[in-house]
């Protein structure tokens, strides 16, 4: 140190002036970038972390969905007497006349095949029943030797069984592709006769596991159950991946939480590790996003600010030793200022600058002084506004915490009290008010919606002594089209108050969905009222903004802020249209485009 002191002392002062000044500024150039892209390696750790957490949340919501579609399919069945009934007939050898066969098909296995046909996300609920000589009942009922063909056998027959062909009849492949199936195995028991048929209840890989069949190369993911078994998606099954999930399940093996994500190295790969048990189907799912890539680009980003800095270092060296050989007049006193900032006092002033240029750059430190006071105050305002912001918006969502919470007590005592109505009508309440607090940016899904008004009708059917009806009829393509929130629920609201709360009687809503090429239609029809021609030309006058749509009955307003939106989301080609005839229905037709395609 002492060297380098007595060979700095040696050189000249214009060379000691470039010096200095490359050491001021060295310092920020160098620690900046190394704080900015640790920010942002961080930002982009938090947020890959934040929507592997969104992700597996959705994904273990479906598979509970799921789930209970399962199960209620099987309790349909085995509650289902008509069947119970005919089962018991065959385990002991009765015989069944011809007219009681078309019978029994007629009723009770149409009324179990619609059922399943209702229930979209199932892919098929069949009854296997150990009689050689029973005639087969499709597509409910079988005889049980089919069940080797589809790989249902074996000690442990019952329960969940994954990741399996549909080999029930021999075309079936050249439908279904390489699709697989899951199903869960259930024996149907008679007092003293044992078991009289077993029930399986099928639905698709891809259904059950949306998040397994959504992978890409950056993200995948699979499933294992605990005797060892893992399913991914077509092309994941390599070796590398199965060996990283078994590293993955022996990290986790301890861990009590249901859910854990983390980072994780893997040679030269950053990964983000999302493990998600499901107890529900015994096992665990594994969701993997591999962003080395994006870690690259930062580290690419870093090595040129790096050079740039490096380039821009070398000029400002140059210009720095050229100019400090006609700044001397005043560098002392500038330097002195510069030293006292550094410790922190902002209220230097640097006075008699002159006119010079080092006079300049007094007066510029000054200027440069007097923001840096100004941008250290808005910072701090700044500061203070996004805590307070914070604040209120913790207490917002605690507030909805508590009606939420509140919510469900008051569910509990109903069900305590075993009314059941007023805990359907409080759940139905709760999912509604979940659904409207929840703020969001985006469109939402035409499920979703379908949900919400389901949910509206449940307690609307509360304040009548009719019944309103929700029909459905709408394609899975659609289902998954976005819409602007709350487009759906007040068409609805409107059939009701002005279309059917005055006939006051039992009435359907029916809601239909169209493909039209790259668009689509979706209708809310009620048997209502119905309007004059003249009526539907003054509510078109309104919707469409040339008629004032006021606070009143009738007003239209609910359907002008629909339109308006729409119009707003997808351009001025969309939007609502209405038909009706006096005394029979009202049809509203919302016009939206096809934005989610099929996979």
Request: contains cysteine; negative net charge; aromatic residues 10%.
């Amino acid at each position: 140190m002492k060297k380098i002191k007595e060979r700095f002392e040696g050189y000249r002062l214009n060379t000691k002036i470039t010096i200095i000044c490359l050491l001021f500024i060295l310092i920020p150039m160098t620690g900046l970038p190394i704080w900015l892209f640790r920010v942002m390696e961080d930002s982009l750790v938090n947020e890959k972390i934040n929507a592997m957490e969104y992700r597996l949340s959705k994904n273990y919501d479906q598979i509970v969905t799921n789930i209970d579609a399962i199960n209620m399919s099987t309790q349909f069945f085995l509650s289902d007497q008509g069947l119970r009934d005919f089962l018991i007939s065959i385990k002991k050898g009765e015989n069944y006349t011809t007219e009681e066969l078309l019978a029994f098909y007629s009723n009770d296995i149409a009324s179990l095949e619609r059922m399943v046909n209702n229930n979209t996300s199932l892919y098929q609920v069949r009854v296997y029943v150990d009689d050689e000589d029973m005639q087969e009942m499709l597509p409910i009922l079988y005889r049980r030797e089919r069940m080797a063909g589809q790989e249902l056998t074996g000690e442990a027959l019952y329960g969940w069984r994954f990741n399996y062909d549909d080999k029930l009849f021999s075309n079936y492949k050249q439908y279904l592709g390489d699709k697989k199936i899951l199903s869960l195995i259930t024996p149907i028991e008679a007092y003293g006769l044992g078991e009289i048929g077993i029930i399986e209840a099928a639905m698709s890989m891809d259904v059950m596991f949306p998040m397994l069949y959504d992978s890409t190369e950056e993200e995948w993911s699979c499933f294992t159950q605990e005797n060892g078994a893992v399913y991914f998606a077509d092309g994941l099954d390599t070796e590398e991946n199965q060996r990283f999930m078994a590293q993955i399940l022996q990290e986790n093996a301890e861990t009590s939480e249901d859910i854990s994500v983390y980072v994780k190295k893997d040679g030269k790969r950053r990964l983000i590790v999302g493990y998600q048990k499901v107890e529900e189907l015994g096992g665990v799912f594994i969701g993997v996003d591999d962003f080395s890539e994006e870690m690259r680009q930062i580290y690419r980003q870093r090595s040129v600010y790096i050079l740039a800095g490096l380039l821009l270092m070398a000029l400002l060296a140059l210009a720095v030793n050229g100019a400090a050989k006609r700044l001397l007049g005043q560098f002392y006193v500038i330097l002195h200022s510069i030293r006292e900032v550094q410790k922190g006092d902002l209220d230097v002033v640097i006075e008699n600058c002159g006119t010079d240029e080092m006079g300049e750059l007094g007066s510029q430190i000054n200027k440069m002084l007097v923001s840096i006071k100004q941008l250290t105050a808005d910072n701090l305002n700044h500061e203070l506004l996004m805590k307070n912001t914070q604040i209120r918006a913790l207490q917002n969502q605690i507030n909805a915490h508590f009606i939420y919470n509140v919510l469900e007590s008051i569910k509990m005592m109903a069900e305590i009290e075993e009314k059941y109505d007023i805990s359907d009508a409080i759940t139905a309440l709760g999912r509604l008010l979940r659904y409207s607090m929840r703020w969001t940016k985006d469109n939402v899904t035409i499920e979703e919606e379908l949900d919400y008004v389901r949910n509206y009708l449940k307690l609307v059917n509360l304040r009548f002594d009719y019944e309103i009806y929700l029909s459905e009829n709408i394609p899975e393509i659609i289902l998954k089209q976005k819409i602007p929130k709350m487009s759906l629920q007040p068409v609805v609201e409107n059939a009701i108050y002005h279309g059917i709360e005055q006939m006051a009687e039992d009435t359907n809503i029916y809601i239909k969905g169209i493909v039209m090429g790259s668009d689509c239609m979706i209708e809310i029809t009620d048997a209502g009222r119905g309007m004059s021609e003249e009526e539907v030309m003054e509510l078109y006058r309104k919707i469409n903004g040339e008629l004032e749509a006021s606070g009143g009955t009738g007003n239209g307003i609910g359907l002008k802020n629909v339109q308006d939106r729409m119009k707003i989301s997808f351009g001025e080609k969309y939007g609502i249209k209405i038909a009706s005839k006096l005394g029979c229905y009202t049809k509203v037709m919302l016009f939206i485009p096809m934005t989610e395609k099929e996979t």
